[in-house]
């Protein structure tokens, strides 16, 4: 069939690489769709640098979007002919706990005319489902090529639409990494043994199935090799990173910084400060979320860790972090393509980590 899934380390070029193959054939439709904002910005951004434009032949979508307008609303009366569907509400958790399936009303919309983001995909496939397979039969009218950025962050009946789009005409493209699984698109209990870093069992299965062909890659054009390292050491399980990078500026690695010295620090390296989330105090300096900041490259970062990732700093072992902490911090080291400091207190029982004025 032609499809292909790629699963690549932080630094890799995989958006980059999706970018060149989407604008290196321009004859033909073209959707790429990935799950946050800011990885849609960078998509158009990536494009634009390129060829100074977003060419008619190619939509950028984010996956919300894309369910919405082209699964959503063409099909939507085959399974709710009501009134028409005009917006998504997003979910935090599970929506209409409780609610049979079979009350489509309350089930799938709040209000009557919002699908809960939770339940979307599943929508998705129903409609395709009772309408014959028009879904994806308009779809395969549509694009020649669909390509889905960032797939670690999708969930539930997503990977129920992805085998859907696998066995269609369309050449698919799949792209991640499940250890960067920051965020996801639903809480949705289905398929939850595929979910984040289990996405690659998936993958696994359906180059079984013969629906794709699985690739990896383990190189990292962003980090150098001491932060390949730090990194790798979250994933004893995986391939270790090699480092394409070889740029050279007098201050590489990994560091523990103290209190007393990171106002020094920050002066002097000017890093982009990072937390796991608002919860981190970051004595003042402005931060940025580790989440936020998936696929953005900085040449230094510091990071101010939570209770979790000082315990993983004192004891170098990743098991106790939990998967979205693990996620996390890896996102975050992996910024930075030449310095990765932490503010901390102590001595670190991991290897070649660097004091700087401890």
Same mark, same amino acid.
């Given at each position: 069939?032609? /499809? ?29 769709? @990935? ?17 100074? &434009? ?15 307008? #082209? ?9 709710? $002919? ?13 929506? %209409?706990?409780?609610?049979?399936? =079979? ?7 709040? #209000? ?5 983001? #939770? ?58 990494? &499940?250890?960067?699984? @920051? +965020?996801?698109? /639903? ?6 043994? +595929? !979910? =984040? +870093?289990?996405? &690659?069992?998936?993958?696994? #299965? ?5 629906? &794709?062909?699985?690739?990896?890659? /383990? ?15 979250? +994933?004893?399980?995986?391939? $270790? ?26 002066? @002097? ?10 919860? %981190? ?11 936020? *900041? !998936?696929?953005? %490259? ?23 972090? !939990? ?7 890896? *996102? ?7 310095? *990765? ?18």
């Amino acid at each position: 069939m032609g /499809n292909k899934v790629l699963v690549a380390a932080a630094g890799s070029r995989k958006t980059t690489h999706l970018v060149e193959e989407a604008i290196s054939s321009q004859n033909r439709h073209t959707l790429i769709t @990935t799950y946050t904002i800011e990885n849609l910005q960078q998509l158009v951004e990536y494009v634009s640098q390129r060829i100074g &434009c977003v060419p008619s032949s190619l939509q950028v979508s984010t996956w919300y979007s894309f369910l919405l307008r #082209d699964g959503v609303r063409p099909y939507q009366s085959s399974v709710y $002919p009501d009134r028409r569907i005009s917006n998504i509400c997003f979910v935090e958790g599970r929506s %209409t706990r409780g609610v049979a399936k =079979g009350n489509v009303t309350k089930y799938y919309l709040s #209000d009557g005319e919002r699908i809960f983001t #939770d339940k979307i995909a599943d929508f998705v496939c129903q409609c395709n489902e009772r309408s014959g397979g028009l879904v994806i039969r308009r779809l395969e009218d549509m694009y020649d090529q669909i390509f889905i950025d960032e797939s670690q962050d999708l969930a539930g009946y997503d990977f129920d639409l992805l085998e859907l789009l696998l066995r269609s005409r369309i050449h698919i493209r799949i792209v991640g990494d &499940c250890r960067q699984s @920051t +965020y996801f698109t /639903n809480c949705s209990p289905k398929n939850s043994r +595929y !979910k =984040g +870093y289990n996405i &690659c069992r998936l993958f696994a #299965d359906w180059e079984t199935e013969g629906l &794709c062909d699985l690739e990896e890659r /383990n190189e990292s054009y962003r980090c150098n090799q001491q932060i390949c390292d730090f990194a790798d050491r979250l +994933y004893r399980e995986l391939k $270790p990173t090699v480092s394409r990078s070889h740029s050279m500026t007098g201050h590489e690695g990994i560091f523990l910084v103290g209190s007393k010295d990171v106002h020094k620090y920050y002066s @002097t390296y000017e890093p982009v400060v990072l937390r796991d989330t608002i919860k %981190t105090s970051t004595a003042d300096f402005p931060a940025k979320n580790f989440g936020i *900041v !998936k696929g953005k %490259t900085f040449d230094r970062v510091l990071i101010f860790p939570n209770g979790p990732i000082r315990s993983y700093l004192q004891s170098g072992d990743p098991s106790p972090l !939990k998967p979205r902490s693990r996620a996390g911090l890896y *996102v975050a080291v992996t910024r930075a393509r030449h310095s *990765v400091a932490f503010v901390f207190e102590g001595a670190s029982a991991i290897p070649n980590v660097s004091a700087y004025g401890l």
